[in-house]
């Protein structure tokens, strides 16, 4: 893994807002007294969500002192895990995977999408709209390939993907249009393309007689 490091540009400050004090309460109470740095991982999580999708260096100093642990086990952690993100990202941040199945499935021609659509990979685009990243598995490698997309309404993987429905998918967004998480194409989840092979006779079910067991009068321990 290359080296994460904060972004050049930082704000002076950032507070933790009643909203995410009162969902980190929820995972503090999950750990034993005294151990609420366990909940470090969930906590970032939220406050990336409240920082507008990425965690500032100021950020980062709440979560300690809010978690009354030292500021570099904070950073450690953000650093070592790219779905926490060092620097500003757009509005549709897209995570792109190329571990092997996706690489095999075409995801190297789906890295070209995003450099002719958005730009180099770790940038944000000239209106602000996207930016991107390419990630190691994110385990949907039965509908390779395919990206997760992070916005105001989620965190949502797309699925079989090609170079046709990623730029389309890509443009619905930029333009506002509602958009399907899930296969790209016309499969469901992940059936075969075709429709489901297996365990599909018609009355195959209904053929099956439930054995009535005697009633011995013995109750069974």
Same mark, same amino acid.
């Given at each position: 893994?290359?080296?994460?490091?904060?972004?050049?540009?930082?704000?002076?400050?950032?507070?933790?807002?009643?909203?995410?004090?009162?969902?980190?309460?929820?995972?503090?109470?999950?750990?034993?007294?005294?151990?609420?740095?366990?909940?470090?991982?969930?906590? /970032?999580?939220?406050?990336?969500?409240?920082?507008?999708?990425?965690?500032?260096?100021?950020?980062?100093?709440?979560?300690?002192?809010?978690?009354?642990?030292?500021?570099?086990?904070?950073?450690?952690?953000?650093?070592?895990?790219?779905?926490?993100?060092?620097?500003?990202?757009?509005?549709?941040?897209?995570?792109?995977?190329?571990?092997?199945?996706?690489? /095999?499935?075409?995801?190297?021609?789906?890295?070209?999408?995003?450099?002719?659509?958005?730009?180099?990979?770790?940038?944000?685009?000239?209106? *602000?709209?996207?930016?991107?990243?390419?990630?190691?598995?994110?385990?949907?490698?039965?509908? !390779?390939?395919?990206?997760?997309?992070?916005? !105001?309404? *989620?965190?949502?993987?797309?699925?079989?993907?090609?170079?046709?429905?990623?730029?389309?998918?890509?443009?619905?967004? !930029?333009? *506002?249009?509602?958009?399907?998480?899930?296969?790209?194409?016309?499969?469901?989840?992940?059936?075969?393309?075709? *429709?489901?092979?297996?365990?599909?006779?018609?009355?195959?079910?209904?053929?099956?007689?439930?054995?009535?067991?005697?009633?011995?009068?013995?109750?069974?321990?």
């Amino acid at each position: 893994m290359s080296a994460r490091r904060l972004a050049k540009d930082q704000p002076d400050s950032f507070a933790l807002s009643a909203a995410s004090k009162k969902e980190i309460a929820v995972w503090i109470k999950k750990y034993p007294k005294g151990r609420q740095a366990s909940a470090l991982i969930p906590v /970032l999580w939220i406050v990336q969500k409240q920082a507008g999708g990425w965690l500032p260096a100021p950020a980062l100093e709440a979560v300690a002192a809010h978690l009354d642990m030292p500021y570099i086990r904070v950073y450690e952690v953000v650093t070592f895990y790219t779905m926490f993100n060092m620097a500003p990202v757009g509005e549709h941040h897209v995570q792109l995977c190329g571990t092997t199945p996706c690489w /095999l499935r075409g995801a190297g021609d789906l890295k070209k999408v995003c450099e002719s659509k958005i730009g180099p990979k770790g940038s944000v685009s000239a209106d *602000g709209k996207f930016s991107w990243i390419e990630v190691e598995c994110l385990g949907a490698c039965a509908n !390779a390939p395919m990206v997760q997309i992070s916005n !105001a309404a *989620g965190d949502d993987y797309y699925e079989d993907l090609d170079v046709e429905n990623f730029g389309a998918l890509l443009d619905d967004l !930029a333009a *506002g249009r509602k958009v399907s998480a899930g296969p790209q194409n016309k499969r469901h989840t992940s059936e075969p393309i075709t *429709g489901a092979a297996t365990l599909n006779a018609k009355g195959m079910y209904n053929k099956i007689k439930k054995k009535k067991l005697p009633n011995t009068g013995k109750v069974k321990s």
